[in-house]
Nanobody, 124 residues
Framework: VQLQASGGGLVQTGGSLGLSCVNTGTIARINRMGWYRQTPGKEREAVSCISSSEDFTYYADSVKGRFTISRENDKRTLYLQMDSLKPEDTAVYFC??????????????????WGKGTLVTVSS
């Protein structure tokens, strides 16, 4: 699994931004894919996760109702639609993948695959 994220940028408060993450590795599908984010001086935060069958999703309380995660397995692509963005959403966002949901508990120590981060900046 090799993850390549894109879509970060600068947006005003209340705006929207979409992130994408493509799996370009030889392993076509992995059960759990999702996003983490990190800002300087803060711990890495699990943002959202989705199962391969899309019957399970997880959202951090801080983004629930504003962010929507989805995936297209035939395109090996993961998405994160971020609406009603707030300055506190400013962070480097990382695409992540693992076999088990436990990877989204405990700061990402059980994440098996990481993509390079993409910066999201929300101006006030």
């Amino acid at each position: 699994v090799q993850l390549q994220a894109s879509g970060g940028g600068l947006v005003q408060t209340g705006g929207s931004l979409g992130l994408s993450c493509v799996n370009t590795g030889t392993i076509a599908r992995i059960n759990r894919m999702g996003w983490y984010r990190q800002t300087p001086g803060k711990e890495r935060e699990a943002v959202s996760c989705i199962s391969s069958s899309e019957d399970f999703t997880y959202y951090a309380d801080s983004v629930k109702g504003r962010f929507t995660i989805s995936r297209e397995n035939d395109k090996r692509t993961l998405y994160l639609q971020m609406d009603s963005l707030k300055p506190e959403d400013t962070a480097v966002y990382f695409c992540a993948a693992a076999h088990d949901f436990i990877a989204w508990i405990g700061g990402g120590n059980h994440v098996e695959y990481w993509g390079k981060g993409t910066l999201v900046t929300v101006s006030s």
